[in-house]
């Protein structure tokens, strides 16, 4: 089946029309600046050739028409649609169909991700209204985590304003974690079911995830994807009273509070060189020692959480590195790998140089097996679409 699958973010929106049986990818690209002048059309055809076109997006309709002009001009055909929807909230333990009753829940749980849920659910409504004869399927990151134990998603708040509130841990990155888990069942000839395993998404947005027999059972975000560890340039876990402290300081009310922990914090914030891992190592080998601090950081919150999954799982029989930062950064995966010879991992430099394949990066003795394995969310999505649609 030919699946266009659409990510919509607040001003941008990545398409990838893929077939799901011979995994080919006819075209890929990126809708960016959404909603403002010189907007950037970027596109990838089938032999590599990159494009980049500037077209004014007024709006994520603007966008998508686009995206299905590039398709027919090419006459590649698409037989459904595939919308990764960043919040599912207490919805969604799988992915859905979407009809009307769908539509409502995915609005109805947008105050959640607010950035991401609107503009997803603009995306599908367009392409319901325009291709009315093509099914849309709608691809929750939270799903995976539905399954957690209580132990792990209750927050030690009040029972009535959690239960009215539905507030709870709800994780994010569910559809990379639950991608890489099974790959690397596979890449280890094993039944996922008897595996515990370790993922670490760390990209721009990064979350760890303790996978004990193919299902998610502990996660590093929550509520909302501001906590856990440190990111590019979110703060991760914060004392609440740091904020009451700071918005007293400064004056500041509870919206820009949250801009400065959503896109002033993190490693950007603690080095106050870039939220990019790459200038960061460059800047740390200079000498820069508010980059070294935000990278030790970064290793050691990493490290401290992972051993924190190995406990709630009893065990841990491989680790996981993936997204922009676990699948090219050697340096980190070292770094992190450092603090866990107390559980038996050995990392292997050699293999630990390579970058974007899958990979065991880890000895031959290491007790505890070490991955790289590049996420591909959007093959995910677009098998979770055919299987809903074939019922
Ligand atoms: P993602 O959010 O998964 O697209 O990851 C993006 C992040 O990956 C960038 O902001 C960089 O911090 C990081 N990254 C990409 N390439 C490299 C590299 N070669 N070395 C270190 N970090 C990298």
Redesign the pocket.
Known sequence: MNVLVLNAGSSSLKFQLMNTKTREVFTKGNCERIGLTDGIFGHVEGDGEKVKEIVDFPDHGTAIRKVIELINEHGFEMEAFGHRIVQGGWHFEDSALVDDEVLAKIYEVAPLAPLHNYAEAGVIEHCRETYPELPNVAVFDTSFHMGMPPAAYTYALPTEVREKLHIRKYGAHGTSHRYVSARCAELMGKPIEELKLISCH????SSICAIDGGKSVDTSMGFTPLVGLPM?TRCGDLDPGVMQFIMNKYGMNIDEMLNVLNKKSGVLGVSGVS????D??TAADEGNERARLALDMFDYWVAKVVGSYAAAMNGVDAIIFT???G???GT?RAGICKYLGYLGCEIDPEPNKK?GEDICISTADSKVKLFVIP?NEELVIARDTRDIVNG
């Open positions: 760390m990209g721009n947005g590019g939220s990019d891992f790459r960061l190592e997204a922009g930062v699948e090219n950064s980190t970058r996420t």
